[in-house]
């Protein structure tokens, strides 16, 4: 746990001390975490991991708030059992990294879960929400795969966006003020290319003073001026998928 006087790295951000509610599960060739809402129903989120991968708790944490607000959430290894990312790594080898994590190589593992959602839980409206890498990932799914109903692209690294922006499903970008990874020009540039080629909803939001990872990695109660904003991204994401699911 960093130093709660003062706000994280934003590579690295606070990893919260939390075990999870639910559970793992195998899901075909790929591991998953799978977190039930008490009441049932045919409503489900995929959830697309970061760079730090599928069991990093405060993923977990997001997981399993979507189950307290209705939803089957499942949280997928994307990475099909290579390593994820370690804060320890040398940044100068991420990029020969992510060539071996590609986010826009995901359909196969999607399909398996969609399926699974079904088969196993009766989902019948199934969305997505993605961070950072999964961000991305949301994005290409969006304009992909005609089984989703909705997603919620979380500062999802432009620059490894598929270049495309007739999104097929209604799609909720959220991007921070203060992202060293995402400048507000791309943000920009994004949402002329939306209002030119998309014919679906879409909202695009930046959220003022936060940084990479805000609304899943950083603590609360670390920056209590962070925090209403961290809240409102949680919110906002929340009632996207409420609207669309």
């Not at 075990?19 to 075909?28: C, P, W």
């Not at 994820?84 to 071996?100: I, Q």
């Not at 690294?157 to 097929?168: A, E, Q, T």
């Amino acid at each position: 746990m960093a130093n709660e006087s003062r706000p994280c790295p934003c590579d690295i951000g606070d990893r919260f001390d939390y075990g999870g509610r639910g559970q793992e599960v195998q899901v075909e060739h790929i591991r998953a975490y799978v977190c039930k809402p008490p009441a049932s129903t045919d409503r489900a989120v995929i959830v697309i991991h970061d760079i730090f991968g599928w069991q990093l708790p405060n993923t977990r944490y997001m997981a399993d708030m979507l189950a307290a607000n209705g939803y089957i959430a499942i949280c997928p290894d994307f990475f099909v059992g290579q390593e994820a990312w370690k804060p320890s790594n040398d940044w100068a080898t991420f990029d020969d990294w992510r060539k071996t994590r590609n986010s826009g190589k995901i359909d196969k593992e999607v399909d398996v879960t969609l399926k699974y959602l079904r088969e196993q839980y009766g989902a019948k409206k199934i969305g997505v929400i993605g961070f950072c890498w999964g961000g991305a990932a949301v994005q290409h799914l969006m304009l992909k795969n005609p089984h989703l109903e909705t997603g919620v692209s979380l500062y999802g690294v432009i620059r490894f966006f598929d270049d495309g922006y007739s999104l097929l499903h209604p799609t909720f970008f959220i991007f921070a003020e203060k992202d060293d990874h995402i400048p507000l020009e791309q943000v920009t540039l994004l949402e002329q290319k939306l209002k030119e080629n998309c014919r679906v909803d879409y909202e695009v939001k930046i959220y003022p003073g936060q940084t990479h990872g805000f609304v899943h990695r950083k603590r609360e109660d670390i920056n209590p001026q962070d925090k209403p904003y961290i809240e409102e991204g949680r919110k906002d994401m929340i009632n996207w998928l409420n609207k669309y699911l």
